[in-house]
């Protein structure tokens, strides 16, 4: 008996499935994913907001990483805290976005390294596995141009940021990511090479305070910034309806014959289990609900679409995720539940650590 429970655990707990009728795919190496990319018809990227790997799966193939690059000393992160945080992401051609959330931490304390939106290119020619190589040079002061910029003042957005302020104790906590301040977790591409900017939070109250508004960000001119290093150019922001809710992910939908829209993923801005899907047609058109089904423990976070194809995979942030442990020594220390489980970000092997994805057809 002794000998058949060391055997049982030295493998690692994968998170059950109980979603009839869902195809549901585990994957290992990152609990937090936040956000993802197609690289090819086989393979794709994920980013997780708990560290500044990127990581390369195989859609149908093996459930570890495939390959993976470190991003630390490209975006050269403060040393004491490191975590970009990386919320989103968007493909253009054979370059892709990266954001992280622009936000503070729990506390409501700024962080250097989570305002960065930078840019890897693809690198396919005599590989079976995508590579992705860095290219420009991270942009780290939209936050500041969130705040001046006169597209966006009647947002009020500045509110949500104080970037620079000096705060006291009970103004930063205010300013936290699930409080107040201000969060972002989508990216899109956008219309002539431009990108689309989703906010978790804050979403923006109507005039007549009767609508609650999912703020999403126009910027025209990412190659310029990253490349070339010019200032940011706004377009002006797209309000949308979504229930009262913000925006988690928003990846754009392309047909075989050309035609583009969106799917978004909404949530609340606290972490609060309530999740709804949209439709979007761009423009002034508005959000059309869309049912998709899903584990109940399922918190999506992340969504690309499977090339030329009307499949989408979504993924999950399964960071909190309890997982039983064979000995509090696999758990990262003052992180083991009292019930003797252990949260599934905070396993001390990374190569436990799962992420789950569904598949669904448009």
Same mark, same amino acid.
């Given at each position: 008996?002794? /000998?058949?429970?060391?055997?049982?655990?030295?493998?690692?707990?994968?998170?059950?499935?109980?979603?009839?009728? #869902?195809?549901?795919?585990?994957?290992?190496?990152?609990?937090?994913?936040?956000?993802?990319?197609?690289?090819?018809?086989?393979?794709?990227?994920?980013?997780?907001?708990?560290?500044?790997?990127? /990581?390369?799966?195989?859609?149908?193939?093996?459930? $570890?990483? %495939?390959? $993976?690059?470190?991003?630390?000393?490209?975006?050269?992160?403060?040393?004491?805290?490191?975590?970009?945080? #990386?919320?989103?992401?968007?493909?253009?051609?054979?370059?892709?976005?990266?954001?992280?959330?622009?936000?503070?931490?729990?506390?409501?304390?700024?962080?250097?390294?989570?305002?960065?939106?930078?840019?890897?290119?693809?690198?396919?020619?005599?590989?079976?596995? &995508?590579?992705?190589?860095?290219?420009?040079?991270?942009?780290?002061?939209?936050?500041?141009?969130?705040?001046?910029?006169?597209?966006?003042?009647?947002?009020?957005?500045?509110?949500?940021?104080?970037?620079?302020?000096?705060? !006291?104790?009970?103004? /930063?906590?205010?300013?936290?990511?699930?409080?107040?301040?201000?969060?972002?977790?989508?990216?899109?591409?956008?219309?002539?090479?431009?990108?689309?900017?989703?906010?978790?939070?804050?979403?923006?109250? !109507?005039?007549?305070?009767?609508?609650?508004?999912?703020?999403?960000? %126009?910027?025209?001119?990412?190659?310029?910034?990253?490349?070339?290093?010019?200032?940011?150019?706004?377009?002006?922001?797209?309000?949308?309806?979504?229930?009262?809710?913000?925006? /988690?992910?928003?990846?754009?939908?392309?047909?075989?014959?050309? $035609?583009?829209?969106?799917?978004?993923?909404?949530?609340?801005?606290?972490?609060?289990?309530?999740?709804?899907?949209?439709?979007?047609?761009?423009? !002034?058109?508005?959000?059309?609900?869309?049912? %998709?089904?899903?584990?109940?423990?399922?918190?999506?976070?992340?969504?690309?679409?499977?090339?030329?194809?009307?499949?989408?995979?979504?993924?999950?942030?399964?960071?909190? #995720?309890?997982?039983? %442990?064979?000995?509090?020594?696999?758990?990262? &220390?003052?992180?083991?539940?009292?019930?003797?489980?252990? &949260?599934?970000?905070?396993?001390?092997?990374?190569?436990?650590?799962?992420?789950?994805?569904? $598949?669904?057809?448009?």
């Amino acid at each position: 008996m002794k /000998r058949y429970l060391a055997i049982l655990f030295a493998v690692c707990w994968v998170i059950p499935v109980n979603a009839a009728g #869902i195809e549901v795919r585990t994957f290992f190496g990152l609990s937090d994913a936040s956000a993802g990319v197609m690289l090819d018809d086989r393979h794709f990227v994920a980013a997780n907001d708990e560290n500044n790997t990127l /990581r390369i799966y195989a859609l149908h193939g093996p459930s $570890q990483p %495939v390959g $993976q690059v470190d991003l630390d000393a490209f975006l050269a992160v403060d040393a004491e805290h490191p975590e970009a945080d #990386i919320e989103g992401a968007a493909r253009v051609d054979n370059r892709i976005y990266w954001i992280t959330s622009h936000g503070r931490n729990k506390d409501g304390k700024e962080r250097p390294s989570r305002y960065a939106l930078f840019a890897t290119d693809i690198v396919t020619e005599g590989r079976d596995v &995508p590579a992705l190589k860095p290219t420009g040079k991270p942009y780290r002061r939209l936050a500041y141009d969130i705040m001046f910029d006169a597209h966006l003042r009647f947002l009020g957005l500045e509110k949500a940021l104080r970037v620079g302020q000096s705060l !006291d104790k009970s103004e /930063r906590k205010a300013l936290a990511p699930k409080e107040n301040g201000l969060n972002i977790e989508g990216l899109a591409a956008g219309p002539n090479g431009s990108l689309l900017v989703g906010l978790r939070n804050p979403t923006y109250r !109507d005039p007549g305070g009767k609508k609650q508004r999912a703020i999403l960000l %126009v910027l025209q001119n990412p190659d310029a910034m990253l490349i070339r290093g010019q200032p940011v150019q706004f377009g002006e922001p797209i309000l949308l309806d979504a229930d009262g809710l913000g925006i /988690r992910s928003i990846e754009q939908i392309r047909s075989a014959a050309g $035609q583009m829209q969106y799917l978004i993923a909404a949530g609340t801005a606290n972490g609060k289990s309530r999740f709804a899907f949209f439709k979007w047609a761009g423009g !002034d058109a508005p959000l059309q609900p869309f049912r %998709v089904e899903q584990p109940d423990d399922f918190t999506p976070e992340a969504m690309f679409q499977v090339p030329l194809t009307n499949t989408f995979w979504i993924l999950s942030d399964d960071g909190t #995720i309890e997982k039983p %442990v064979a000995s509090p020594d696999e758990c990262l &220390p003052g992180e083991l539940l009292k019930n003797g489980m252990c &949260p599934n970000k905070y396993l001390v092997d990374p190569g436990c650590r799962t992420f789950r994805a569904i $598949q669904i057809a448009l």
